[in-house]
């Protein structure tokens, strides 16, 4: 088996993140597969379902922190592959900060979606 | 130049995808990225398709029958299965990554994608069951 592991430096703060956000993922993602759809009827709620789950703050908060940690591990991931075609220190740059963007509008828009589901209530 | 510069950026992009006389390394490498280019494609249609949340239960609840639907339920083992070989895998990617089990890469790799496989056949059965 080609050791990859051996070919590649110390690992990088980029790696590292990945690496962490990827370990908080299987509890979050655990959490949210048992919480959103194994305890639900039928699997997936009904919009009453919904926004009855979302009344617990504590629920809102994990699930925020589910989306922030997961979209952070799949855009160092996007970064990664980014990198690979061996872009310019200027163009990686550009890369992260372009992800930044992404990440920071994904979010935002996750955050949007749940006040508006919450106003509904 | 410019052509051959691009043509050569190209070649080496697409390397890691590549998994022709290569060893079971680089098929563990390219399978982590092949799920995870996957499961990135996934997030995004689960946030606009939650988007009609926004619509309130006009909007929602039409879409929670279809996706009750046995096509959608064999969609979601599919999901299963990608996020059971992504995150096993990637556990051993972190391990090897920080220095351990190295030398045991291969067995490590074959043990936690028998433990996809299985953790798939039963989250199925779990999802058809419910």
Redesign the interface.
């Known amino acids: 088996?080609?050791?990859?592991?051996?070919q590649?430096p110390a690992?990088t703060t980029a790696?590292l993140w990945q690496?962490l956000t990827?370990?908080g993922?299987?509890v979050l993602?655990a959490l949210h597969m048992m919480t959103q759809h194994?305890i639900a009827e039928?699997?997936?709620?009904?919009?009453?379902g919904?926004a009855d789950y979302l009344r617990n703050p504590i629920v809102v908060l994990l699930e925020l922190l589910f989306l922030v940690t997961?979209?952070a591990h799949?855009l160092l991931?996007?970064r990664s592959?980014l990198f690979?075609?061996?872009l310019s220190a200027r163009a990686e740059t550009t890369v992260s900060r372009a992800l930044l963007v992404v990440g920071i509008l994904?979010v935002a828009?996750?955050m949007w979606?749940t006040w508006?589901?919450t106003q509904?209530i | 130049m410019a052509t051959q510069l691009q043509s050569s950026r190209l070649r080496r992009t697409a390397q890691w995808a590549d998994v022709r006389r290569r060893g079971m390394g680089m098929w563990a490498y390219t399978l982590n990225r092949v799920t995870g280019i996957g499961l990135l494609v996934y997030l995004y249609l689960h946030l606009v398709v939650l988007s009609m949340l926004a619509g309130g239960p006009d909007m929602w609840d039409p879409f929670v029958n279809l996706a009750r639907s046995p096509l959608f339920l064999a969609l979601d083992v599919i999901l299963i299965a990608g996020w059971l070989i992504h995150g096993l895998n990637g556990i051993r990617v972190t391990l090897t990554g920080l220095g351990f089990g190295t030398r045991s890469q291969k067995s490590l790799f074959v043990g936690l994608m028998l433990i996809a496989g299985i953790g798939t056949v039963v989250m199925g059965i779990m999802v058809f069951g419910s």
Request: proline residues 2%.
């Open positions: 088996m080609e050791d990859l592991s051996e590649k690992p790696w690496a990827g370990v993922l299987i993602l194994f039928g699997g997936i709620r009904d919009f009453a919904v997961v979209t799949a991931g996007v592959i690979d075609l061996g994904t828009y996750g979606l508006t589901i509904q």
